[in-house]
């Protein structure tokens, strides 16, 4: 197979800290295309300016690492982190913003303890997380699965226009982006008036969101936004209560969370930190009806050769597909294999489809360029030829 290279080689003079030094003769490292489902691929502009930042944060001496979470500056990266997160997704002033750690997990218990107030919730379950998410609610209440895509692999979205939503469920639950399956839901369920919970980690920040239309939308950070570790939740005010499950650890409490402005204890501060730069990065881009276009463009490259193979295909009824995860198949197991080493091989890594799956999986988040999707395009077509 002739090689194609997608690795791109950083050489010397093009970053301040030649110190990071491997490779041979200018080239100092090395950066691939990582279509990881997460920890995922982040703006190499913003990992550059960590690393500028990396000894001495603007003066202070020390590394955002090693500073206090009470300090002046810690305290300005929080509040600006806040400041851009609720300007890029116009959060409405009657919703906090939380950074909270645990991961997507700890909502699944958070959620119910939180809002179960006449423990019943209804559950759409279109994957493993929502899956997750609802098993986890059972031990709080009555957990209704009320849709569900099980029946074929989670590869659709069920119809959610007119869903039997029990008349005492304190919210209805889904995940609206399935990273696993590559699904997601087009338009919001009709919940018939009940609130409306969501599981945004896959697709937090890639498009404009309505965030009135959520009680609660949260997401692990590792997907779309910055490093694993914690979880951003915007949670209506009037949510917000002492009223909670007897039981509910303080920590978990959204109101703990709220009135301490997410420093109750030590917060995930490097990841905040993070976090803030990529909120500023998304800025500079344009903001999130920008990151929608190109999200909608690098999709579409990727879809159009897909439906036009005849070797790969993908594996979602076509009006749910996600933008953000591309799961594909030869439907050759051994070929697959094959692809994902090769790939590999090509700088072009963690297409590797989730384990409970097979097959391939690209994953293609904000910070992905769109030239990395054109570089697996290019080499999904090569090796279509040389495997027919
Ligand atoms: C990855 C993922 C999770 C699990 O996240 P953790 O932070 O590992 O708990 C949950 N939901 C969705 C949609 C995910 O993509």
Partial sequence: MEQIQALRVIRKGEVQHPSVCYGKEDEIMKRVYNFSAGPAVLPEEVLREIADEMLDYRGTGMSVMEMSHRSKPFDEIIQTAEKDFREL????????????????????SAV?????????????????????????????????????????????????????????????????????YGTRFQT??????????????????????????????????????????????VVREDLITDDVLPGTPTIMKYKTQADAGSLYNTPNCFCIYTCGKVFQWLKRMGGLEVMKQKNEAKAAILYRYLDSSTLF???????????????????????DA???????????????????????????????????????????????????
């Fill in 313 to 335: 295909k993908g594996t979602v009824r076509k009006e749910d597909r996600s933008l953000m995860n591309v799961p594909f198949v030869t439907g050759e197991k051994e070929l």
């Fill in 112 to 180: 119910p303890m939180n809002l179960m107030k006449n423990r019943v919730a209804d559950y759409i379950v279109t994957g493993q997380w929502a899956k997750r998410a609802y098993e986890e609610a059972k031990k709080y209440g009555t957990a209704n699965k009320i849709a569900s895509s099980e029946d074929r692999t989670y590869s659709y979205i069920p119809d959610c226009s007119d869903l039997p939503v029990s008349e005492n469920a304190d919210y209805v639950y889904i995940c609206e982006n399935n990273t696993i």
């Fill in 338 to 388: 094959k692809f994902v080493k090769e790939a590999d091989a090509a700088g072009l890594v963690g297409l590797k489809g989730h384990r409970s799956v097979g097959g391939m999986r690209a994953s293609i988040y904000n910070a992905m360029p769109k030239e990395g999707v054109e570089a697996l395009v290019t080499f999904m077509k090569k090796f279509e030829e040389e495997n027919k």
């Fill in 188 to 233: 919001l369920p009709d919940t018939k008036g009940k609130d409306l919970v969501a599981d945004v980690s896959s697709c937090f920040l890639s498009e404009p969101a309505d965030v009135s239309k959520y009680a609660v939308m949260y997401g692990g950070v590792q997907k779309n936004i910055g490093p694993a570790g914690m979880v951003i939740a």
């Fill in 89 to 108: 997704l116009k959060v409405p002033d009657n919703y906090k913003v939380l950074f909270l750690q645990g991961g997507a997990h700890l909502q699944f």
